[in-house]
């Protein structure tokens, strides 16, 4: 700590992303990267890109994109805001939309940015407990708030919560802003982006970090009511006016472009987390439902610290969350065949 820091600094306590380990033959499972890798599309449009325009800026309203992604989810352009990964959306969702005086309101098991962001922008935020099989009860939002988020799947639990339950907690909380983040929803569950124009509440968030297997190109956006749009982008505009480069625009428009490619990978994964899922209840697991891309599992005997540690030992990685009501669960992000068998192996031998 340094005597040059802002109050603000001192009092902050950042968010932990995953580990990026850098070791030989490593199998890894914790960060929830798409095993199957990008469309090779994307890789073509990001090389076109690769010439002297990048001495020029990007467009900074990304109408290409944005009309494509619009295009895609049967909206119009302007209920589309871009941003540098799904993260940096959120951060100006909580700074523009999310009300003072009253609390935000977030499972009490969930994605860890959400407190982060309340305490950087110096907003209350109040957790609200999962039921105890890890559901979001929408009856528990039922209460005053400044603004509710939530993402669906939720993580790390990968649970999902169906439209008419999304729309309840819509309707009990008409006059402030719900915020539905769907980084994982390409993965068996049903998008809220169909209610938007029904519920101008409602914002809801995504991601190319997953399902399009772009996470290290960092393309996230935000579908709602144009006034919703428009308080982000006159935060984004008084905070960096060109988040998305000329490579991520290009990419991301080409991801997009390739269906074929995005499906065949979305099923990748979820034949192969029905396969993990199967494999881990035989091994004395108990695996709640996921709908996500990984499954949160705690063996019936075995504390998830010492698995954890012991799967470490033979270079798989997954994920340990050190937390209340889930100190014993794993996060195991699904893997490639082989690495998912890497992992089913590994487990038999503990």
Known sequence: MSKFWSPLVKSLVPYVPGEQPKMANLVKLNTNENPFGPSPKVIEAIQSELSDSLRLYPDPEGESLRQTIAGYHNVKPEQVFLGNGSDEVLAHIFYALFQHGQPVLFPDVTYSFYPVYCGLYNIEGKTVPLTDSFEINPEDYKQ????????????????????????????????????VDEAYIDFGG????????????????????????LAGLRVGFAIGHPDLIDALNRVKDSFNSYPLDRLAQAGAKAAYEDEAWFQKSCNGVISERERVTEALEGLNFEVLPSMANFVFARHKEKSGDSLSKALREQGIIVRHFNKPRISEFLRITIGTPVQNDALITGLKTL
Do not use: M, W
């Not at 799947?153 to 729309?167: K, S």
């Open 144 to 179: 005053p708030n400044g603004g509710i988020i939530f993402p669906n799947p939720n993580a790390p639990t990968g649970r999902y919560l169906g439209l008419e339950h999304v729309e309840a907690i819509l309707q009990a909380n008409s006059e402030r802003v719900v915020v």
């Open 190 to 213: 049903e998008s809220s982006i169909k209610l938007v124009d029904q519920y101008p509440n409602l914002l809801v968030c995504q991601t190319l970090s997953k399902a399009r297997s």
